[in-house]
């Protein structure tokens, strides 16, 4: 009598493929980005830029960040305000920036929903099933819930923190958990713009600290590896919760 098939190897082929699919993604990122840091005189204008705020010393931090806040306010998408922090400040005072920036930008977003723009929030979630799974969810495991939400993207993010206003959470475990859920996320993507910036140095430079710049490269792509399996989680955590990624 024949034996069963075994369903180790088609598994294990599946997590081949959604080990390579960031690591592809990450590298992806920094060649397009030391390419676009080569072609056009994104150096440059991020030079002058980086000058102009770092001569404007703690306001200029200050002032990226709200920069920022304001594009997440406005449904603006901020992912290149991400990569550039890095790119201009380096890994860790650019995730300071998008950290606070991402935060108040959220913040602002969650009390207009709840004040000023509540109709206005209510008429874009009605009849979302998502969102209305996602609002029981919060009832019963609160800001739980939205730490997972930001660990695993499931939602648009300037959406997102409009929808959260009119669930029942309260603002303080809000920040708490949302601050706390965009670290991971926020340090990938801020890291692949320093990796990419650094790369582009590199290049400009004749290959000059190759080391240096390849291992920028590898903590980039590792950084968004271990993001993406830190999301796969969460998502899974929030699905057994009742809401559909």
Do not use: H
């Amino acid at each position: 009598m024949p034996e069963p098939k075994s369903e180790t190897a088609p598994e294990s082929a599946v997590q081949r493929r959604s080990l390579l699919v960031p690591i592809a993604i990450g590298l992806a990122v920094v060649i397009a980005l030391a390419v676009l840091f080569r072609t056009l005189p994104v150096a440059e204008w991020l030079a002058l830029f980086q000058q102009w705020v770092q001569g404007l010393g703690a306001a200029g931090w200050l002032l990226y960040a709200l920069a920022y806040a304001v594009c997440v306010v406005a449904f603006v998408p901020a992912s290149v305000l991400t990569l550039g922090a890095g790119a201009i400040y380096g890994l860790g005072v650019g995730v300071g920036v998008v950290l606070v920036g991402a935060s108040i930008g959220a913040t602002l977003s969650f009390l207009l929903a709840r004040t000023l723009l509540r109709s206005r929030v209510e008429q874009w979630t009605s009849g979302n099933e998502r969102f209305q799974a996602l609002d029981r969810a919060i009832a019963k495991e609160g800001a739980k819930i939205v730490f997972l939400v930001r660990l695993a993207p499931i939602f648009p993010f300037t959406y997102i923190n409009y929808a959260f206003g009119l669930t029942g959470v309260g603002t303080a475990p809000y920040v708490l958990a949302t601050i706390i859920g965009m670290i991971p996320g926020t340090f990938a993507y801020v890291y692949l713009g320093a990796a990419g910036a650094a790369a582009a140095e590199a290049a400009a430079a004749d290959g000059a600290d190759a080391t240096r710049t390849w291992i920028n490269v590898i903590g980039a792509i590792a950084a968004v590896v271990v993001t993406v399996f830190v999301a796969r989680i969460a998502t899974r955590a929030i699905r057994t919760a009742g809401v559909e990624g």
